[in-house]
Every structure is written in structure tokens, then in C-alpha cells.
């Protein structure tokens, strides 16, 4: 059984979490703080005019397509990483219909920020999309594994623990397709966390980032030997 914006009690089980609640406990702890999508946690920052062409995104978007890091090269992975920032900073000023698409996008590609981002926009029908629980707890479900901020997984256990019982299996075969199609790990994507002084931070990126670094790096010293200097 598959729960949404009818299902009277699952509903119910949210709102008991209190919908404005949660929305300032998200929007506070784990999107507003600390966030290295951001320059900086100003508002200036957050609704900078500083933009990228997301045509290519939108195009990925509306064919599917959920491309790996094993499949990119540096150019193309740092233009995901751009992605990221101006997703980041449209959800962060409000602009939720213009974030969604962009967001689901890079939560199909393991990215477990936009994960909880588009967790939060289907849970209170942001952005134009329609109400969704369920989608809401797939999502957050995902982003809640493995290395992750604390607040997701904080979150997810918390909406987890008001689920009735009968309801329970077909709400956990749900959260665990998310995290078999969407998983970090099974999209190439690595997660860390780390600590400065008081400051804490959180960074997703492609596992292949290295190992590209690494060839490019090769290939340019092989560019720049002489035939004579070769041992064959």
C-alpha cells in the first residue's frame, strides 16, 4: 500500500511531528548551516544573481538519463558540482519551483543534500508538487545512510517511529527501492564528514574524481617527454 496526500493516517502521523516544527528544524540545522554548497550561510549569498547554464541538466532531466562518476570526465563533474551550488542556493531563498527540478535531478545521481531537499518540498507541497509522504520518506530515506548529517537521519527515524505497524512493510520496501536505484554508493557518489575548530561540514563528490585527476595528471607529463627520454 502506497501512502500520499489522501491517506488520512499517515498524514495524521505528520502532522503530529508539526509541519512548521519540522520546516524550521530543517531549514535551520541541516540547509541553512554550515552548508559547503554555499560561498557563505548569508541570505546575500543565498540569493545570489550568480547563475549557471542548466540547459544540459534539464535536457538529462526529461530523457532519465543518471549518469555515473565512471562516465565523466573532470569537466563534466565540475559542471555538476555548479549544478549543485545554484540548486542549493534557489532552495535556500525559497524558490522552490525552480529548485524541484534541478534538485530531483541530483538526488537521482546519489547527491544526499538535494535527497533531503526534495524530501522537504514533497512533504509540504512546495514548489508546485503535490503533497507526498511517501515520496517524502523515500527520499529521506536515501539521504539518511551511510555517511550523512545527522539531521537526516534524525528526521528519518523520528517520521519512521510514527509509522503504524500494519503499515510498516510496505513502507519500508518503499524507503529501501530508493536506496537500492538512488543509493551514494551505487551512483559512484562518496560522502564526508569533518570538523573545524566548531565548525562542521558535510561534502558529497564523485569517487572517480580521483582517479580522473590522476590520469589527466599522466597525460600531461606523457605530453611533455621527448621520444629520446622513452626507454623502448
Not at 79 to 85: P, T
Not at 168 to 179: E, G, I, K, L, P
Not at 202 to 224: G, K, N, P, V
Request: some cysteine; charged content about 25%.
Amino acid at each position: 500500500m502506497i501512502f500520499d496526500t489522501d491517506d488520512e493516517i499517515l498524514n495524521s502521523v505528520i502532522k503530529r511531528l508539526g509541519n512548521a516544527a519540522l520546516a524550521a528544524f530543517l531549514v535551520a540545522s541541516s540547509f541553512a548551516q554550515d552548508d559547503s554548497e554555499l560561498p557563505s550561510n548569508t541570505l546575500a549569498a543565498a540569493t545570489s544573481e550568480r547563475s549557471y547554464d542548466i540547459d544540459k541538466i534539464e535536457e538529462l532531466f526529461v530523457e532519465g538519463e543518471r549518469p555515473t562518476g565512471a562516465e565523466m570526465d573532470l569537466l563534466e563533474m565540475d559542471r555538476v558540482y555548479r549544478w549543485k551550488e545554484t540548486a542549493a542556493r534557489s532552495f535556500k531563498s525559497g524558490q522552490y519551483e525552480k529548485a524541484f527540478p534541478q534538485l530531483l535531478f541530483l538526488a537521482r545521481m546519489g547527491f544526499k543534500d538535494s535527497q533531503a531537499r526534495v524530501g522537504f518540498i514533497y512533504l509540504h507541497g512546495l514548489g508546485g508538487q503535490k503533497k507526498s509522504n511517501m515520496e517524502a520518506l523515500g527520499w529521506l530515506g536515501v539521504a539518511s545512510i551511510g555517511e550523512t548529517r545527522p539531521a537526516y537521519r534524525n528526521m528519518f527515524k523520528q517520521m519512521m517511529a510514527q509509522i503504524p505497524s500494519e503499515h510498516r512493510v510496505s513502507v519500508d520496501a518503499h524507503v529501501q527501492s530508493y536506496r537500492d536505484k538512488y543509493g551514494a554508493d551505487k551512483m559512484g557518489i562518496q560522502c564526508t564528514r569533518s570538523r573545524t575548530g566548531h565548525i562542521s561540514k558535510f561534502l558529497c563528490r564523485y569517487s572517480a574524481e580521483m582517479d580522473q585527476h590522476m590520469i589527466r595528471l599522466m597525460m600531461l607529463r606523457a605530453s611533455t617527454l621527448d621520444d629520446t627520454t622513452l626507454p623502448w
